[in-house]
């Protein structure tokens, strides 16, 4: 099927659909149903059907019930939640003199009970909005009368984001939030590409749904979680909210953590557990709190345990679960005394606790209990699983998850836990999006730097590539150390080179780093060299536990310096601050390099011996997803990989893992540079042959172009940084390449600029802006970016001002492309003021084009036809008339009906735009004078469809 048509694109959603169950009614047929009210997003008439046959409510039962789903929307998450609640478990429904009933909205039991509609071009309106069209949605899912999905669409040369974009745009307070308060699941496609999310999901984090069977985006998402019955399961077992602070999240199950689940339920069902791997950073503990969920409604009476090796993993775990709905109470096991009363309590549905409590459990009673195990396989705690097993008996099924992939040796030995029943490999996650590529740079130090020409020879390799201010402010840092401490040890070097780093790639950006030191007393160190520095806000989190590593006065000093610093919130405040990016760099020895999601780590500095778990857990630390992050940075001290010449298992560090668990774990930071080069190449090749600035810009108009531009600008930008930060790509580049580096960024930077003004629209790369501005201050000094915050407001008598400095042409542009676009509102309201002012558009356009005017006059005659414009507006009677007799939401109400009546003759060739013109022209005139209020929707509806009726007679039809 042709999928650059959008209709081809709206008609095999429909038809997939249908196939799987769904019934289609018509755009008339729904509006009936909710009594073409366009402010009500629910069927009342098929909610009211479901609740009368299933429940025999009398009327005002009815009206109680219905009432329970309109509360007013103070947040749209809160609402959204609120909603979930009562669709998920139902409401008690009390009236005096009669017995309590619980009452559901939909039967998850018996799906078949439940009415499953679709209908496309959904119009809703919303009362607090002073926008006068109506919104709507391409295509909505009902699940009796209640709106659960939402569909918008796009072709595929526009692309799935843009259909996200306008997801996201609807569940604006201006918009229609009254209708995302019901919603479950947004879908996004574009025919060739499909992607979902739920509500407020930002865009970077909607997901493709794959599995085996196809390619077929469409019929995949639709087959496995849109088909009826799947998506009572999907909103009940795999949607759920997480809260953390003041901030609360709602979240979709990704593709593998659902099959993950089903093969877990399946093994269960089949009397044994497993091992289930699931890459860092894919959602392993999301996924385990989906399953605790299901598990606890397939088994009420089952115990659920989840087991982790580590303090800082079983909080992080407790947070997760503390903070979301619909679980059972959790209980934390303090000490293994504690975890045998708990074990024993038959009111205890929920555990968390460490697998080393499990070593001295007595007289556990026998019951099914569910132990879920995190980076259960470790070789190291072998004795301790089986010990477990032993202790809670032969109802105990043992789920294991781990984050790493498996060492070869142990693959042969995890036939205990009942075999691997679903991978994830880093590979996929990488290719999905699930998490970014790592890059990794070599900087490795000798342990020893006492030579002085050794460190003279570092001093040059610091500032490789740097201009001449650069290189004497490092000097002055350099001479600032030398000062303190007579001479620069290896630690010292490495502080000042991690310093400048930082400055120069992320300091006032969105992101922050983390460097792993090898022992607690060099953590200290490369704080206290910091603070001397400082340059950076820099915190340190250390375990406390005496006597692990030193011994004598390095323990003393170190315990005496972090005692400085420690108080009883000061880790959790560090951990805070770090994540709302209050911290530049986070130093750790092993604390925190595991269980840690910081999404604004972008860079780990290593100075640390790593290896196998420890190495793959470390460096996830930087692999989480954030808005504009297209990449985590691993800058290695100590070698561990050195040149990433050869295949990663070749390592020592790497050398336990099979080759082929290792794909796509880390790249060579020297693809960067390849990449930039052939970023630009298809830049130039955008524009190839357009000299003029203005026929640059105008083939931005094409919306899949400007989105395709928008996207290599904003990779070539990030290339530029990632090649510019990095020591070697930097010293690799000639004084000419340079020079093309910044002339190319700069040129395509102000083209995006002056596209903002032509076209008064949004071309900003919002997420990627402060870096940017970083890149231009650090490296190539051409001043501040021109940001285009909101649409240029054409009326406003500063717009020359907010324009900037843009030739007259490109602002003469502007105005008449921002003109156009309020021009347009009027085709039905006021088509003689639409006529009227888009005859003077083409007239200017054309005179300017035929070289009859200068800039300077097209500028003029554009400034004064929007003044013009805006008079006319405020003289016209109709927009007084409307406004004085009418609510802008009753003028919506109109325009959508029209707008849904039109639609029905879209392929008859004679209903063309006068014939809409002229019916829009003689309702608004000759019916409306008449109307105080419209309350009679239905009469204006047949009203319309008598003049479409006249108007289409006439011309033979």
Known sequence: MDFSIESNVKAYFIDTL??????????????????????????LAKLKEFLRTNYQLSDDELIIMINKLKAPINSLITANETITKLILLGEGLEQKGKPSRHINYIDYENPSKNSFIITEEFSLTNAKNELKKSTRIDLVLFVNGIPLVSIELKNSCV?????????????????????YKFIQLCVASCGTITKYGTTLTPSKFYNVFKDKSSDDSVKVLCNNILKPRNLLEFISDFIFFSKSKDKTNKIASRYQQYFGIKEVIKAIKDKHGGLVWHTQGSGKSYTMLMLVNILARLNSTAQKIIITDRIELDEQISATINGTANLDTLHHAKNTSHLNELLNDDGVGLITTTIFKFSDLKDIKNRTRFILIDEAHRSQNGELHMQMLDNLGENAYIIAFTGTPLLSKEKSSIAKYGGLLHTYNIGEAVE????????????????????????????????????????????????????????????????????????QSLKNTPFNAMLATNSKFEAMKYYKVFKELGDLEVRVVISVNAGEENEGEQEKWVSDEYAKLNHAEYEEQCKSDFKDRKVDLLIVVDKLLTGFDAPCAKKLYIDKNLKEHNLLQAIARVNRLKEGKDEGIIVDYRGLLSELDTTLSRYDALSGYDESDLVGAVFKIDGSLDDMWESLAVLDEMFAGLDDEVEKLKVLKDLSFRDRFCKVLARFSNLVGVVLNTRKLRASLSEDEREKIKESLKKYLNLRSSAQVFYAEDFSLKEYEQSMQKLLDEHLKVGQIYTLNEPLDILSDDFSRVAGDFSDEVKAHGKLNALEKEVKKYEVINPEIFVRFSARIEEILEDYRAKRLSESEFYKLSCDLAKDFKKDLADDPLERNLARDFDKDDVGQIIALLDSEFSKFSNVPEFDESIKNKIATELIVKMLPFLTKINKLNDIENYINSLIKIYLGKRGR
Not at 160 to 179: G, K, S, V
Request: proline share 3%.
């Open 18 to 43: 249908k196939d799987l169950g769904w019934q289609y009614i018509s755009e008339k047929e729904c509006n009936e149903l909710r009594q073409n009210d366009f402010n009500e997003p629910l069927l």
């Open 159 to 179: 692309g799935a984001n843009e259909a996200i974009n306008q997801l996201l745009n609807h569940q604006h307070p201006d918009r229609i939030e009254n209708f």
């Open 432 to 503: 999905d999006g699930a998490i970014v590529p790592l890059l990794y740079e070599n900087k490795m130090i000798e342990l020893e730097l006492d030579d002085k020409e050794e460190l003279e020879k570092r001093f040059d390799e610091l500032t490789l590539g740097l201009s001449n201010e650069q290189k004497e402010q490092i000097k002055q840092k350099w001479a600032k150390i030398k000062k303190l401490h007579t001479s620069i040890s290896r630690l010292e070097y490495i502080a000042l080179d991690i310093n400048e780093d930082f400055k």
